[in-house]
């Protein structure tokens, strides 16, 4: 029962109270590349999450079966994203023969996952917290969820931002770091949802 | 000729091509570690390091590496100089190390020293390769490091930890060591130098 309480608080924190995008500056990359529609942002933030809870699983096998058992974990990164590549690759071919409409959907949005150091972030961290392998399904659905989230947010706000009035100076890269300011804002709400 | 070659490397990465305000690479760190000047420092250095070897390395192996696995082959280059660099920081500067956190790994995934790699270095000679890849890593560490000062003297009154601004005369924005105030300041900063630049290129 305990543990269940743990779990979900793992889930909720990773979500919306430490959301990893506006909290932990993991993923800034297709945050702000991948923002401008939200029904893509949409797409790419079930690809992600997907990928995460994947590499959550993967990475703490590899941690805890294999480095720590032989004393290695001067390896973890070389290994982590040596996994993280191949692990994307193995999806994208898996998905193009199951199910080509969600390879239609995701198809592009696969290989730029490699590079979103959310993942590598995602393992890292949960190597660093020692979290148990359930646990660590958790945050990574968690964090693949919080990223979705800020993802589609932000999505909507930048298509009401096209009709927007907005300084020359500040178009493009300027405007959308500032309105992630204020969501990063706004999401400091819910720190007060679990008091560590 | 070839001398100004290599001084024209060297400075477009500072200014001109800069991997955070004009490129928008290297975001993640950029806006994670400036909570204050040190970390900003530390985290430019320690990437600094890791673009000029990895440049050296790729450059070496550009003509024996296959086509088909050359980015794999920089992915592990790049990672090994960041676990050099982590086991470096974690035995001489345990601070820092503590303070940077899992940030210190995640190099390997900033795509400024990726591109670096894969647009240059893979490319050209040794020396250029290296000359771009320190112009680069500086023009990222100064960025780092004012907008650490930026948040630092704004969020805690103090630079390079040492508190000029006593209690008394200011209060502390504590927003902006805080997540908010990194994207608020990094947004500004970058319009406040488009505005300038723009303004320049009216002008001319």
């Known amino acids: ?13 990773a979500a919306v109270v430490n959301n990893f995008v506006l909290a932990y500056f993991l993923g800034i990359c297709p945050f702000l590349g991948v923002s401008k529609k939200t029904d893509t942002a949409l797409n790419m933030g079930f690809a992600t999450t997907f990928v995460m809870v994947l590499t959550a699983a993967i990475s703490w096998l590899i941690n805890n079966l294999i480095l720590l058992k032989y004393n290695l974990p001067f390896l973890q990164n070389v290994t982590y994203i040596i996994t993280i590549a191949s692990l994307v690759q193995l999806v994208e071919l898996f998905v193009r023969k199951s199910s080509p409409s969600l390879y239609r959907s995701l198809g592009i949005f696969l290989p730029l996952i490699v590079t979103n150091c959310a993942i590598l972030g995602l393992a ?35 298509e009401e931002l096209e009709f927007a009035d907005v300084p ?29 | 000729m070839a001398k100004k070659t290599l001084t024209y490397e060297f400075v477009k990465g500072i200014w001109r091509e ?30 600094t390091f890791v673009v000029a070897a990895s440049g050296l390395m790729v450059s070496l192996i550009r003509r024996i590496v296959p086509g088909g696995v050359r980015i794999p082959t920089y992915i592990i280059i790049i990672a090994t100089f960041v676990t050099l660099a982590e086991l ?33 270095a893979s490319k050209h000679p040794v020396t250029p390769a290296v000359v771009d890849a320190l112009g680069t890593g500086i023009g990222f560490t100064w960025v780092l490091v ?18 000029f601004l006593g209690e008394k005369i200011f209060t502390p ?32």
Do not use: H
Request: aromatic share 10%; hydrophobic share 60%; net charge positive.
């Open chain 1, 1 to 13: 029962m305990d543990s269940m309480i743990q779990i979900m608080l793992i889930f909720i924190s």
């Open chain 1, 124 to 158: 890292l961290f949960s190597a660093l917290r020692e979290y148990t392998f359930v646990q660590s399904l958790f945050f990574g659905l968690g964090a693949g969820v919080g990223f979705t989230l800020a993802l589609v947010i932000m999505a909507g706000i930048r």
């Open chain 1, 168 to 196: 020359e100076s500040l178009k493009g890269a300027p405007i959308t770091l500032l309105v992630a300011g204020m969501l990063a804002l706004a999401f400091m709400g819910f720190a007060g949802l679990i008091s560590a």
């Open chain 2, 18 to 47: 800069n991997a955070v305000i004009k490129m928008l690479l290297g975001m993640c760190p950029a806006l994670a570690v400036t909570n204050s000047a040190s970390n900003g420092l530390a985290m430019g250095l320690a990437s």
């Open chain 2, 88 to 120: 470096f920081l974690k035995a001489y500067l345990p601070d820092i190390s503590k303070s940077l956190g899992p940030y210190i790994p995640l190099i390997i995934v900033n795509c400024m020293i990726m591109g670096r790699a894969e647009f240059f």
């Open chain 2, 146 to 163: 004012v907008l650490g000062a930026i948040r630092e003297v704004l969020g805690s009154g103090s630079i390079f930890g040492f508190a």
């Open chain 2, 173 to 204: 924005w504590v927003v902006m060591v805080l997540p908010a105030g990194a994207f608020l300041s990094l947004g500004l900063m970058i319009g406040v130098i488009n505005y300038f630049t723009l303004r320049k290129r009216r002008a001319a």
